[in-house]
Structure formats: structure tokens, C-alpha cells
């Protein structure tokens, strides 16, 4: 919160800070539907819900996304455009991310499984894991950008943690407490939205898409 109010002091309301701010309001939108959501009874199919609910939320924040960084700049929603450019290009960007955020959910899922994480460590590692398999370019060549990679991290939080809390309770009781299990979420992560990545990049690109 501190990173938002240092940028909006510095930036004021530029698009950068609009996306955020919409990326708060799914934010909350999500907690309160998995306070409504959770239950003591298990789901006809937890791992269903965690990935079909993740992939759901990541389509709303791609929409949020579209007025300032889509996956390729060229399908930036900007004022004055017709509302059928607007749904095509969004449209064109739900098409190839999807595939992306159903492996990322579903590695997600597997590490639950596998590993015992606290409440604050799923908080805090798997969105560190996402924000730097994210914006792995863009950290590369400025590392100093890490220190506000808290800025980005509401993007994660929007869509992986109101499916987590819905399902936490139901993960299996036994799952190992590997002192590398931290480093394994990370890195895991990382290396999926590497490969995410490439494959979009390289598919847009055998397309003729123009970033």
C-alpha cells in the first residue's frame, strides 16, 4: 500500500495507477467471495474449483491490464476506440493467455499438494514467485525495479488468493515440510512463467502479431 501511495504521489492518476487501482477493487471483489464461499464441506472437485476460479480471476485482471500493459502493446485498449476493436482485442489477449494461466494454476496446485506452505508463506512466495517469472525481462535488465516488485504484487493477490483460501482447509493432511519447499515454489514458478512466456511470444509471433 505504501509503494501505491508513493506512486500515485509521484505519477498521479496516469494509467499505470488506474490499473491498479482496478486491480484492488478484483481484489476485493474476490476476498469477499471466498468469504462467502468458504465451507467445512469439501468441494465436489477442489482442484477444479482452485484452477477453474484462478483462471477465471486472471481473465478480469487481463482485462484491468488491457488500458496499460497486455501481453502485446499492440492490443492496447486506448480512448476513442470502437467497443468491437475493444472486445477483439481483448478477446485475442483471453485466447492466448488462457492456456498460460490453466499451467500456472495447476503447477500452483500441485505445490499445495505436495507442500505444507502457512498462510503467510503462500501469501508472500508464491506472488514473489509470480512477480519475478512475470517480469523477468524487465528485472534482468533493472534489477533496482525490485524494490517496488510490492507495486505488482496486488496483481497476483487478485487472482491467486481468494482460490486459495476457498480450498486451503481441504489440501491433504499429509504433505512434506521440505526445508527447500519455499525455494521449490519460487523457482517453480519462475520457470512456468518462463515457459508461458516463450510459448506465447512464440506463437504471436508465428501469427504475424506486432507487440
Known amino acids: 500500500m505504501c509503494t501505491l501511495l508513493l506512486t500515485f504521489y509521484k505519477k498521479g492518476w496516469d494509467i ?9 477493487c478484483l481484489l476485493s471483489v474476490t476476498l469477499m467471495w471466498a468469504i462467502k464461499t468458504r465451507s467445512e ?21 487481463e482485462g484491468c491490464y ?21 472486445i477483439r ?6 485466447l492466448f493467455t488462457l492456456p498460460v494461466y490453466v499451467f500456472i494454476f495447476s503447477v500452483i496446485w500441485w505445490l499445495i499438494n505436495k507442500y505444507r506452505y502457512g498462510h503467510w508463506e503462500y501469501i508472500f512466495i508464491f506472488v514473489l514467485g509470480q512477480g519475478l ?35 486451503e482447509r481441504h489440501l491433504p ?6 526445508r527447500w519447499k519455499l525455494q521449490i515454489a519460487v ?7 518462463l515457459v508461458g512466456g516463450a510459448v506465447i511470444v512464440g ?4 501469427l504475424g502479431l506486432a507487440n
Do not use: C, E, W
Open 16 to 24: 499505470d495507477n488506474v490499473t491498479r487501482i482496478l486491480l484492488l
Open 41 to 61: 464441506n469439501r468441494p465436489a472437485n477442489p482442484k477444479q474449483l482452485f484452477v477453474g476460479t484462478g483462471v477465471l480471476f486472471a481473465a478480469l485482471a
Open 66 to 86: 488491457m488500458i496499460s500493459h497486455p501481453f502485446l502493446l499492440s492490443l492496447t485498449i486506448r480512448p476513442g476506440m470502437p467497443i468491437t476493436q475493444m
Open 89 to 94: 482485442n481483448y478477446l485475442i489477449d483471453f
Open 133 to 167: 517469472g512475470d517480469g523477468n525481462q524487465t528485472f534482468l535488465h533493472a534489477p533496482t525495479l525490485l524494490l517496488f516488485i510490492p507495486y505488482v504484487m496486488i496483481n497476483y493477490h487478485a487472482i491467486n488468493l481468494a482460490p486459495y483460501l476457498v480450498i
Open 173 to 178: 493432511g499429509k504433505r512434506s515440510d521440505s
Open 187 to 193: 523457482l517453480s514458478l519462475v520457470l512456468t512463467y
Open 203 to 206: 506463437l504471436s509471433q508465428a
